[in-house]
């Protein structure tokens, strides 16, 4: 075969993922055209991007501070406590408590968030449900005991404040 010098024969060029240098791979980041493998592809409604990529556009929506976080644990830890001792009380009425504790924990992380003029950080769920479960479990030890009420709140309320601080993205 003739090489053509007009024309000649390109051979293929390998390319390797920027975070897994020995997988190879043609995907490339939509956002920055990094060379990514598969696992540190994330799909988007727009094409594939590298996980830096996304982390960096999730940057934008969490904006909490430290202080922010000490006020969502303060406010968690008061109202997962007032909320275990008023589940403690009346909770052996399974239907009202499966209907109260979710409602308990979602309106101490709307308080938290208002307290904290809706600033969000990365971990400011898991903080939030840290708390309420916190002020539960001490409220259970110190003062009601752990029947069935404060166990049905710590389950509802902790899962209910936790999903009140995510970030629809």
Known sequence: MTENINNPVLEDEIHYCEVHPD?????RCNRCD????????????????????????EDKFFEGTNADYAIVATV?????????FLMGLFGGFFLIGIIVAPVIGAGIGQVALALTGRRRGRQTGYVCAGGVLIGGLLTG?????????TLLF?????????????VAI
């Open 34 to 57: 990094r060379y990514m493998c598969i696992d540190c592809a994330v799909r988007t409604p727009v094409g594939y991007t590298c996980k830096e990529c996304v982390r960096g556009h």
């Open 141 to 149: 030890l110190l003062l009601t005991g752990f029947g069935f009420g």
């Open 154 to 166: 710590l389950a509802l309320g902790t899962s209910s404040a936790y999903a009140s601080m995510r």
């Open 23 to 27: 997988r190879d791979t043609e995907l």
């Open 76 to 84: 968690a830890v008061i109202g997962g406590a007032l909320g275990a």
